[in-house]
Each structure stands twice: as C-alpha cells, then as structure tokens.
C-alpha cells in the first residue's frame, strides 16, 4: 500500500517504516498520525514481521517535532483533543505486541523525541540531537513525553531537558540513559538490521511474553508482578515452542520455531 508520508517494506521478517516528509524534517501532522496508525495496526498482526525498525529518511531528521501550522490554531479544546491523538498513536506503537527499533538519525525534538521513547529501543547516530523544546512554545510535552522521559532517564534529567528546552548531543543521551547505542550515521541501518536479526532468531512467543510482562509489569506492585510473570511462564511451558527449544538445546541443535 502507498503511503503519503512514509514508506515500508518487510524482509526477513523485519519491518523498515520511514518517515518522509524531508522538506519539514518530517513534522507529526495529521497525515502523518494516520499513517502511522494504519501501518503499526497492520504490521502488530502481520506473522510475516517479527521486529520493526522506525526511521526518518535521509540523514537530517528522525522526526523533528510536531508540525506547527497545526498547532498554531489549536485553543483548550482542540490542544487536548491534539495531545490524545498523538498519544493514541504512540501507545499503539509501544503495545503493538512487537519490538520497535528507533533509528535515530540526526533531529528528534519534540513529538519526534516522543515517538522515539514510545519504541522498545532506540539507537542514536553519532549526529543526532534530541530534546523536548516545547516551552520555548509555552507548551509541554504532549504526546506522552512528561510521563515516558522521567520513567527512562529519572525526574532530574527529564526535566533538565524539559524546562531549559536544549537538546542533547548522542554522546549525553547515551550517559542518561535516553538511547542504548551511539554508532556511526553510516552504520546505523546496519546496527538496527543486526539488533532486529538477533532477536528473529529466538522464540517469537517468548519475546512477546517478555514485552507483555515488563509492560504490564509497569503498572504492578512486585507481588502482583510476579504472580502476571508466573502466568506467562506458565502460558509458554504449554507451548510447543518452548518443547522445541529445550529439545533443540539438549539435542544442540538450532530450534525451528513455529510461533505456537
């Protein structure tokens, strides 16, 4: 299906979704939002796709924010109603039940800084520059970045960077805890593709197990985490994956996984 504002394509059983509005340094519009939602709602039950990696094209911008000819006419209503959309769309990126690699390359401000802390994973060029500018606007963060950076990086550097509005160099991101990896701009497709290739290989029910139980695990007392965690442990025992596995382990040889 084309697209507009991005394009994707599956192989070995990774998704590759770019961004592609260059001229804005592809701003979150409406568009944008729409397609996002079109394509993770595709690809979240797509048994072809296992992993997705998320990118802007070229080298100037993941995403440099939301686009601000929307914003401009937005009043108490609209600005809500704005901000729950774009939340929307970015909690289904983070549940879609699937690993989301964001490969960040150059700018991710603002909404595009959000976008990349809804991904499981984010690996930075060594150009990239983020940060959450928005009070520089006489706004907050509104796509879910109040509550997702102070989680990731803890309330002092979340809010360094939310109340002075600088970005933040790779290297520093890296230090806060804000991405995992810093590679070179040439190597950053590459990475993505080797991380994403990593986890193909192990069990696709296990991997979802463990997305649910750290996500769910989230909201839950340790008790309370544990039994959910006994649960799923329980769930997968009863799978024929999981025989497969510690057949082929004791057997050594390489497991066939089936995903049931």
Request: aromatic share 6%; hydrophobic share 50%; glycine share 12%.
């Amino acid at each position: 299906m084309a697209y507009e504002t991005l394009f994707y394509e599956v192989r070995e059983q990774m998704a590759l979704v770019t961004l592609n509005r260059p001229k804005v340094l592809h701003a979150l519009n409406a568009v944008v939002f729409d397609e996002l939602e079109e394509v993770f709602a595709a690809l979240s039950v797509d048994e072809a796709v296992r992993v997705i990696l998320l990118t802007g094209a070229g080298e100037k911008a993941f995403a440099a924010g939301a686009d601000l000819n929307e914003v401009l006419g937005t009043d108490a209503k609209s600005g809500e109603t704005l901000a729950r959309r774009g939340q929307g769309v970015f909690r289904l990126i983070e549940t879609c039940g699937k690993p989301v690699i964001a490969l960040i390359n150059g700018f991710a401000l603002g909404g595009g800084c959000e976008l990349a802390l809804a991904c499981t994973f984010r690996i930075a060029s060594e150009t990239a520059k983020l940060g959450q500018p928005e009070v520089k606007l006489g706004l907050v963060p509104g796509y879910g970045g109040t509550q997702r950076l102070p989680r990731l990086v803890g309330s002092a550097a979340a809010l360094k960077m939310m109340l002075t509005g600088e970005m933040v160099g790779a290297v520093e991101a890296l230090r806060i805890g804000l991405v995992d990896e810093v590679v070179p701009a040439t190597e950053l497709i590459a990475r993505g593709e080797a991380l994403a290739k990593a986890i193909v290989a192990v069990a696709p029910l296990a991997v979802a197990g463990c997305l649910e139980a750290v996500r769910r695990g989230a909201d839950l007392s340790l008790e309370d985490g544990l039994r959910m965690e006994a649960e799923i442990f329980g769930r997968l025992c009863g799978t024929k994956d999981k025989r497969e596995g510690v057949s082929a382990f004791l057997e050594k040889r390489t497991a066939l996984w089936g995903g049931f």
